[in-house]
């Protein structure tokens, strides 16, 4: 018998994915210690479960998995054959209708100059900034930046400068965070550039505590000085999206959170298994936060069908909070499930973060 941890080691599954799928009936343990309640599982289902993580891959439902796995243990290769071909086919009628629907919206794109906000070819733009007050606004997006190889518009960090404010924005698709500091020496209409992420973390570095910092763009050189501190390097040559759309959002319900309780929920609570995120392509570690009539946040192992609960990426939330910088945050809650959580300073709205949340599975 295998122990649920060396269930987890010799699979791929985590511990949390393995009790969720005890509970959803799709890999029941052989045996369930009464006393304890620690599973332990016959050496057949290393097996069982090694087929488990490549059907979750292949995007298959829960129903037709918990079928296949019995059709796998009762060697019943035909029915195992006709749900694989069946569960084949949906992803090639899916794939067609996907590159039919690509193919129009690459046809509408043609008759648009710019799909996206365009990032001005500024030709100079100098910009005096406090170091503290930058070095806080990169600290509360980086974490947000892309790493996508695909969509390299999103391998930095926006600097947008209108009249006398700079925002900071970085975002992955799945998490965005924004940040507002002032700036002087500009006072002139929008200007955007996107410094990719070794530079921002270069930047970063060069940051002391009181002097100031002199943000500069000639062509397509960004340079930032802090006394006889220098770094320089390429702008990304690519237009980033317009996350001012992205970011008007209908007012939410609004919670007051003490960080390190949360925190400590988060890390200690109940996960759930939630579809693909991020580059890496596997399932994520999801908390569900649910809300409760007298104000409070707290983290559950169930959601609910009321809209007082969303699943959101474990890791996600963490960094969020981190990056945050305070023990004291307002989390916001969309009307509905799927609208994105965002995590609020209480003492400055123009720095924030969106978490896109995860959906569950049933």
Do not use: K
């Not at 100098?126 to 007050?133: C, F, G, N, W």
């Not at 070794?198 to 397509?220: N, S, T």
């Not at 317009?242 to 929920?265: N, S, T, W």
């Not at 969106?354 to 599975?361: E, G, N, Q, W, Y």
Request: glycine share 10%; with cysteine; net charge negative.
């Amino acid at each position: 018998m295998r122990s649920i941890g060396e269930m987890a080691r010799d699979s791929g599954l985590g511990v949390s994915a393995l009790r969720f799928y005890d509970r959803a009936g799709v890999l029941v343990p052989a045996r369930v210690d009464p006393a304890s309640g620690y599973r332990w599982y016959a050496p057949e289902q290393l097996d069982e479960a090694r087929v488990l993580v490549r059907l979750r891959r292949a995007g298959m439902p829960l129903a037709d998995i918990r079928l296949v796995l019995a059709g796998w243990s009762g060697a019943d290769a035909d029915l195992v054959r006709r749900l694989l071909r069946a569960h084949l086919r949906r992803l090639e009628l899916g794939l067609a209708e996907a590159r039919s629907e690509f193919s129009t919206l690459r046809a509408l794109l043609e008759h648009r100059e710019n799909p996206m906000t365009a990032s001005p070819r500024t030709g100079t733009l100098r910009l005096s900034l406090a170091s503290p007050e930058l070095a806080g606004a990169l600290d509360a997006v980086r974490f947000a930046a892309g790493e996508d190889p695909e969509l390299p518009m999103l391998g930095g960090v926006l600097f947008d400068v209108e009249g006398d404010a700079l925002h900071v924005v970085a975002t992955d698709r799945y998490r965005m965070a924004v940040a507002r500091t002032a700036a002087a020496g500009h006072g002139g209409p929008r200007e955007q550039v996107v410094v990719p992420s070794p530079l921002v973390d270069a930047m970063r570095a060069l940051l002391g505590e009181g002097e100031p910092a002199r943000f500069a763009v000639e062509d397509d050189r960004v340079t930032l000085e802090a006394g006889e501190r220098r770094v320089s390097g390429q702008r990304l040559d690519h237009d980033f999206p317009d996350y001012r759309r992205l970011v008007q959002l209908p007012a939410g319900r609004r919670f007051v959170v003490d960080v390190p309780a949360l925190r400590e929920a988060l890390e200690t609570g109940p996960v759930r298994v939630g579809e693909a995120g991020g580059t890496g392509g596997s399932a994520r570690d999801v908390s569900v936060l649910a809300t409760t009539d007298d104000r409070t946040v707290t983290v559950c192992g169930d959601g609910d069908a009321d809209g007082n609960s969303v699943g959101v990426d474990r890791g996600f939330l963490l960094d969020a909070l981190a990056a945050a910088d305070r023990d004291c945050l307002v989390l916001e809650f969309g009307a509905t499930p799927t609208a994105p959580l965002a995590i609020r300073r209480t003492d400055d709205e123009g720095t924030f973060s969106l978490l896109m949340p995860v959906r569950l599975d049933h």
